[in-house]
Structures are given as C-alpha cells and as structure tokens.
C-alpha cells in the first residue's frame, strides 16, 4: 500500500510548492536560527525534563533542578546572548513554581504519533491502495485530575501577549491525532512569556482552543486533498511557486532565490543556506 505522510510544517510549506521543494525535499534552511527559536527550543527543553520528571515520580526540588541543568547545558551551544539565557532560566524558574500543585498532570511528554486520517482500496490512480498519515509530536498529553478530562498540549514562548489562533493546522491536526489518548476536542495553548514586567499570571497563561466535529472534518478533508497534492507534485517533479506568499509574514526566506535567474538558483541554495535536519518524528525513539 502506498503512504503519503504529511505533518504541520510540511503543510505549511506547501503553500507554495517551490519552498516545499527547497525546505523540504532540499533541506535548505538558514544557517543561524532567529533567537525567539532558540529561546523556545530551550523552553520545550526544560518543560520536556520537569514534566518527565513528573512521571517518573521525581520530587520537585529535583526536578526542577534537573530542567534547568539541562536547559543550562543546551544553551552553551545555541547562538544566544547570556541576557536571553538568563532570562530563559528566570522564566522557566518561575513558570515551575507558579504551576506548583498543578491539577493538570502529564500522561505523556513530547510523544511522537502517526494518526491515519484516510485509507483508500486500490484504484485506477493508486493500483497498491493508498493511505494518509498525519505525523506530529505531542509537547504534552494531559489529564485534568479535577475535572477528570484529557487535553493535548503545545507550549508557546514568546514576548508578546497575543490570542493564539485555532486555525492552524498544528492544532487541528493535533487534536484530530489527540483522539487516541481520548483527549477532549480542544486544544490547550500553554503560554510560557518571557515579558520582565509582568506578573506571572499574565505571563503564564493556559489558553484552549474548542473545535466542533464539523471544523474538523473540515481540517481532514482538506489535508487529504492537500497530501495529494504534494503527492502529485513529488511524482512529477514539478513544483509550482505561488507568488501570493511571498510576502507574508516578514516574507519568505527564499525570496533572494526566486529572484534570480533559474541557472543561478541551486547555487544561491548552496552558498547562503545550509542542509537542516530531516523530518523525524520518531528519531530516538525504540
Ligand atoms: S519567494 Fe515566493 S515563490 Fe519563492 S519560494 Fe518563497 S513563496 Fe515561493
């Protein structure tokens, strides 16, 4: 049978099939990271090893401990300067005594899944059958021992206090995916900010984003038309630019690339981009 296996990043690439074509199938990505993804890729950290921590039942004096050494420990190798890694320890320091006692307990950390959204009989089109995945890792599983309900969990860092948005498709294929624990049809947003002025608990904030069953069999409906679509331009070599997205956001990262002459595109890609890590979700993992 053959599989398509699409996963968030993928999805949003393939808004344009050409950047899809360069970071995807390529590999291209900028040779420093932003600072806000450093500081998030140590944020994840931290909460990674205190909410093991939690499950293997290790006190949280130790814990905590063990977060912050490690995040100390990573953070020697990231380009940051010593203010954002000190602010990343404050923070993290902070966010663990404020979520002290917490009725929200992890049943799983930064959990791998593969979820089938479809699966086809053969056909004229796909002779050996066909099948869809959807892959991601779960920042955290939850269960509410109060309200005796699962949640899955993304944690968010940042600098500034803004609603996240449910229509992404990391959330909605998350919670699709989240079914399989029996987690609930919402998403929770764990907002860990790095602001100096304000006070915890505006600073740490646990937004849930609810979705109808409608909204998304929406997200499914589309993504598997989306894979097919990224399936056909993978067959045929053939990877379309759309020129809408160019500028969006602070604009795309490839624009220098797209600018110049075809001829001269591979070598832009070699000389001012290096070859990033491969999707994996399962990479490690027994
Ligand atoms: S610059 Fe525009 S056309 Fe080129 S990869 Fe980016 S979005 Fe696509």
Redesign the pocket.
Known sequence: MKTITVWSTGLNQSA?M??YD?NVNQLRVPHTSAPSLEKGTLVHLAAEVYYKGIMKGVRFEQRVAEALDEMGAAASSTGLSSEDIVMCHKTMKEYFDYYRGDPLVPIAVEAPFAYELAQYEPDEDFPEGLQIIFEGKFDAVFKNEQQDCILVADHKSGSRNSEPSGLSNQAMGYVVAGQQFGAKRMMMINKIGFQKTLPAEKKFVRHILPYSKEVLHDWVEWTIARAMYIDRCQESGSYP???T??DEYSG????D??LAPPNARQGILQRFFKVGEKHDVFEGEE
Do not use: L, S
Request: with cysteine.
């Open positions: 344009c050409r950047k360069f630019p759309d020129f997205k160019c795309c990262m490839y624009k690339v797209c």
